[in-house]
């Protein structure tokens, strides 16, 4: 087992770096992909950037050059379902690209022209075993399993949340889930995303938004290293 852990922003992997021993690091397309062993188990921890795009990229590259079995995603989100907070959790359990719209032909919205579903699923056992962590670390924190929609596009307002709760049913929004997912698919890779709500993704107090997101990212890359210790397949 080597468990690729992605996080877009800084503050979504930093605590993961220290906290693991690093054996090498090597950087490609611009990416640093630190491999090491956390709480005993291979892992690859890697900044991707914000976004699809690297998103998608930082996946085929711990597939190609680094021979991983499972991808794991953590960081912040937007909240677009009421019961989720600032500071609560979610772990995906399918993940969907809300950017995507080939509805003119027919397609459901956010379904990939050649895929069967616009949902991509995430693996059962990665997501239950977060699910338990989660709620076992910090029982105070709301965390349920659901649905992660991404796109390119940070949500802050209500008419375009209400539009993501309406179309996708999605549980929060974040702009790398969804990319992760299907290259993980595509490549056969097992995965899972877990993310702390940073923002009620409405516009409403933006101006706190840095130090939720700093709050919230540590706390995910918690849960993360918690799951690592306990998840073995
Ligand atoms: N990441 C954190 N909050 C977000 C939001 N409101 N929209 C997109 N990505 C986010």
Redesign the pocket.
């Known amino acids: 087992m080597k468990i690729g852990i992605i996080g877009a922003m800084e503050s979504e992997v930093s605590a993961l770096k220290e906290t693991m021993q690093v054996n090498s690091v090597t950087t490609k397309a611009g990416m640093d992909f630190y491999e090491g062993v956390l709480e005993q188990t291979p892992v690859v921890v890697v900044q991707s950037g914000i976004g699809k795009v690297n998103a998608a990229m930082c996946v085929q590259i711990l597939a190609d050059l680094f021979d991983i079995t499972h991808v794991m995603n953590t ?4 909240s677009l379902n009421a019961k989720l907070n600032i500071g609560d959790i979610l772990v995906s359990e399918k993940a969907i690209q809300h950017d995507m719209d080939v509805t003119i032909f027919g397609y459901a919205p956010g379904q990939v022209p050649g895929t069967k579903s616009r949902d991509f699923i995430a693996d059962p056992a990665m997501a239950d075993a977060a699910l338990t962590v989660c709620g076992q670390v910090n029982p105070d924190v709301t965390t349920i399993k659901g649905c992660v929609v991404s796109g390119d ?4 307002s209500a008419e375009v949340k209400d539009r993501l709760i309406r179309e996708f049913h999605g549980d929060c ?3 790398e889930g969804a990319s992760i997912a299907q290259a993980a698919t595509l490549n056969g890779l097992p995965f899972v995303v877990i993310r702390a709500i ?2 009620k ?1 409405d516009g409403s107090a933006e101006m706190d938004y840095p130090t939720f ?1 700093k709050q919230a990212a540590e706390h995910c890359a918690k849960m993360v290293v918690e799951f690592v210790k306990t998840f073995h397949e």
Not at 153 to 156: A, E, L, T, V
């Open positions: 960081g912040v989100a937007g596009q940070f949500i802050s929004a974040e702009m940073s923002d993704a997101e």
